[in-house]
């Protein structure tokens, strides 16, 4: 079994800085890929950055030059920095990782998700 554990989030004003954090446990072989979702009340999941082992990143255009994701090989952590940020963003915002459990099997994992606001 793998799980993700998030950390992080809260309440932050307009402009305002939050950071997220997701450790990933158990039976890990490899990890293809992590990365950070966000969904709100009637809305579809979207991604909203993601990170390959290989380092290559990937953002939704709503959050490019405000966010950066990045990945600690080492802990099987990957790390969500959000700078100047937006009532739009508040949302919840869920961890995910592709990761291979043995050599030739992998699936998709989920955290649990952390809420972010942004309010004055």
């Known amino acids: 079994q793998v799980q993700l554990v998030e950390s992080g989030g809260g309440l932050a004003q307009p402009g305002g800085s939050l950071s997220l954090s997701c450790a990933a446990s158990g039976s890990i072989f490899h990890i293809v890929a992590m990365g950070w979702y966000r969904q709100g009340p009637g809305k579809e999941r979207e991604l909203v950055a993601r990170?390959?082992?290989?380092?290559?990143?990937d953002y939704a255009d709503s959050v490019k030059g405000r966010f950066t994701i990045s990945r600690d090989n080492a802990k099987n952590t990957v790390y969500l920095q959000m700078n100047s940020l937006k009532p739009d963003d508040t949302d919840v915002y869920y961890c995910?990782?592709?990761?291979?459990?043995?050599?030739?099997?992998?699936?998709?994992?989920w955290g649990q998700g952390t809420q972010v606001t942004v309010s004055s």
């Open positions: 990170v390959t082992s290989g380092g290559s990143t």
């Open positions: 995910n990782g592709r990761i291979y459990f043995t050599t030739s099997r992998w699936d998709e994992y």
